[in-house]
């Protein structure tokens, strides 16, 4: 069977790591403090625009992270994915360190994410 984001959604029992950065042990604080990292933001666009985006996040919907695999695995900085939740950029990191992701964050929900950028 073919790996593919759809196989991975369909994993009910998968349980979502908040950190799945393989590369050092720096945590999701400690990247967003050293300011060197990319956002990614899996949400749909009408979700953008009823909730408002993190400035300078990229966004690329859960439904387009298969086709934006190579895009995204040649970003030289860690990849920190955020969505409403957490859940939909859970499953998108799950399924990018599977194609060979070593520096990504699931940075959680929107609104989570937003605080932790205020206050840094």
């Known amino acids: ?12 029992k998968i349980k979502y ?20 990292y990319e956002l990614i933001d899996v949400r ?3 979700e953008l625009e009823m909730d408002g ?3 300078g ?17 040649n970003i030289d ?3 920190i994915l955020f969505c409403r939740s957490g859940n939909r950029s859970g499953k ?8 060979g992701l070593k520096n990504g964050f699931n940075g959680g929900g929107f609104a989570e994410l937003s605080e932790k950028l205020r206050t840094i």
Do not use: C, H, W, Y
């Not at 996040?57 to 695995?73: D, F, M, R, V, Y």
């Not at 998108?92 to 194609?99: E, H, I, K, R, S």
């Open 1 to 12: 069977m073919r790996l593919t984001l759809e196989n991975i959604s369909n994993f009910d």
């Open 17 to 36: 790591s908040k950190n799945t950065n393989k590369t050092n042990d720096m945590t999701l604080e400690q990247t967003l403090k050293s300011g060197n």
């Open 44 to 46: 749909e666009p009408m």
């Open 53 to 55: 985006n993190i400035s």
């Open 57 to 73: 996040a990229k966004n690329i919907p859960l439904g387009e992270i298969e086709s934006k695999t190579e895009e995204i695995l």
């Open 77 to 79: 900085k860690p990849v």
């Open 92 to 99: 998108a990191l799950d399924f990018l360190n599977l194609q």
